[in-house]
């Protein structure tokens, strides 16, 4: 069974500091990975997805992630964080043909001025 | 496109009462998802659509869950009777099948008393 898991339930940063929220997953095949943005009151938005290819993938937001088979991980980074980036975070894995998406538990950032 | 988009956005209701949460998918996918999302279980996939048939509902938590999709344009996903467990942000998503990416909803928060 495929699951995914977000180690850290919150967690705070200075305006203009680098981040990075970790994820990690389980899943028997190539996986297609996601991270997804809810701000407070929204929907889920999607920063950015890996499917294939080169290992870096770049988002919206300025927000990127790396996919490392070895580490089972697809962590998200940004290199200064806005205010404006306050949200929940959620990492999702899926199947390449499936219809079905597993959530990690989500992680909130809060941003200190 | 104006996104998904689902209503009520707000839902107040007593236990025991009929709720219906409606959904209207972005025009063209063909796949469109209900997912729960709480505190303590994070957000769960209840049931998905592919062309208006349901494929996979093993989400769903109990008989008095229930969704339909009469046409490709609308969603109910109803809970009769309700009860103060239920209580929770309910999410339809659709997805653009060319690329696997889901469009999400603003959810409607439920509260049942």
């Known amino acids: 069974a495929q699951s995914v898991t977000q180690p850290d339930i919150h967690i705070t940063v200075s305006e203009g500091a680098s981040l990075e929220l970790r994820c990690n997953y389980s899943?028997?095949?190539?996986?297609?990975l996601f991270w997804y943005v809810q701000s407070p009151g929204q929907g889920l938005q999607l920063l950015l997805k890996y499917f294939s290819g080169d290992t870096l993938v770049q988002g919206i937001k300025g927000f990127e992630a790396e996919f490392k088979r070895s580490q089972s991980s697809f962590n998200l980074r940004k290199p200064s964080v806005h205010w404006s980036d306050a949200a929940e975070y959620f990492c999702a894995v899926g199947a390449r043909a499936g219809n079905m998406l597993t959530f990690g538990g989500g992680t909130r950032l809060m941003v200190k001025p | 496109d104006a996104g998904v988009i689902q209503s009520p956005r707000h839902e107040v209701t007593e236990m025991g009462q009929e709720v219906t949460l409606r959904c209207k998918p972005i025009s063209g996918h063909n796949s469109l998802f209900w997912y729960r999302q709480t505190m303590m279980r994070g957000l769960e996939l209840l049931i998905y659509?592919?062309?208006?048939?349901?494929?996979?509902d093993s989400g769903m938590p109990e008989d008095r869950f229930s969704a339909k999709m009469p046409n490709a344009s609308f969603s109910t996903l109803k809970i009769q009777p309700s009860e103060p467990r239920d209580s929770a942000v309910y999410f339809c998503?659709?997805?653009?099948?060319?690329?696997?990416?889901?469009?999400f909803g603003s959810g409607t928060q439920l509260s049942v008393l």
């Open positions: 998503a659709s997805r653009d099948s060319r690329n696997e990416k889901l469009f």
């Open positions: 659509f592919n062309n208006n048939v349901p494929i996979d």
């Open positions: 899943y028997g095949a190539t996986p297609y």
